[in-house]
Nanobody
Framework: EVQLVESGGGLVQAGGSLRLSCAAS????????IAWFRQAPGKEREGISC????????YYADSVKGRFTISSDNAKNTVYLQMNDLKPEDAAFYYC???????????????????????WGQGTRVTVSS
């Protein structure tokens, strides 16, 4: 079975950092795009970042570009989201998602009208205090 397990969320002060992890299992890691989404109460779901591990291409929303870095450790089937200079507006529930690169393109992560990835983790909460 496909499993995506997020970890690393928590409470940080504004300006601080967190590293989220997404441990994947049940599929061939390099055949999938892995994308991070977030959702805060009363706000639309927002695509944050995406990576295709077969070629190492990375993609970012304008709202986090320059502050967040997505990466993968293919030997561990794990994707990371390093979040630096966190702001109160970054507070949200963060989800790791996956879909076949043949069916999902990372650029769609940033278009709310496009179909999201098919597999979702349980999410991890990020809280940023001011």
């Amino acid at each position: 079975e496909v499993q995506l397990v997020e970890s690393g969320g928590g409470l940080v002060q504004a300006g601080g950092s967190l590293r989220l992890s997404c441990a994947a299992s049940g599929f061939t890691f390099e055949d999938y795009a892995i994308a991070w989404f977030r959702q805060a109460p009363g706000k639309e779901r927002e695509g944050i970042s995406c990576i295709t591990t077969d070629d190492g291409m990375t993609y970012y929303a304008d709202s986090v570009k320059g502050r967040f870095t997505i990466s993968s450790d293919n030997a561990k089937n794990t994707v990371y989201l390093q979040m630096n200079d966190l702001k109160p507006e970054d507070a949200a529930f963060y989800y790791c998602t996956a879909d076949l690169i043949l069916h999902y393109h990372c650029q769609n992560t940033f278009d709310s009208a496009m179909r999201p990835p098919g597999y979702w983790g349980q999410g991890t909460r990020v809280t940023v205090s001011s």
